[in-house]
């Protein structure tokens, strides 16, 4: 069975920074491509980042310069680490986990719960 769990979320300030977690198991991690995406409420899901090679991940163009995906393969953690954070960084924050990887959600077979981040002004 597939589990990924989120963690490490919470309010913070804006100009803040938060790291999050995502442990997976019964998944080969390895050769697991792992994403991160946002939902913000009445919006929808929206792509983040992933990374395959620990050495090159990707990220969406407008996050590029504050948020940062990093993968521990011996440890089968992906962790997203997010700083400057703005009120618009507010939302419900997901890992998810494929064989490829894409900007697109439905490339991704395995998600997690997610986990909340608040960031007020």
């Known amino acids: 069975q597939v589990q990924l769990v989120e963690s490490g979320g919470g309010s913070v300030q804006a100009g803040g920074s938060l790291r999050l977690s995502c442990a997976a198991s019964g998944v080969t991690f390895s050769t697991s491509c792992m994403g991160w995406f946002r939902q913000a409420p009445g919006k929808d899901r929206e792509w983040v980042g992933f990374?395959?090679?620990?050495?090159?991940?990707f990220y969406d163009d407008s996050l590029e310069d504050r948020f940062t995906i990093y993968r521990d393969n011996a440890k089968n953690t992906v962790y997203l680490q997010m700083n400057s954070l703005k009120p618009e960084d507010t939302g419900m924050y997901y890992c998810a986990a494929g064989r490829f990887c894409s900007r697109g959600p439905s490339t991704f077979n395995y998600w997690g719960q997610g986990t909340q981040v608040t960031v007020s002004s």
């Open positions: 990374i395959f090679t620990p050495d090159n991940p």
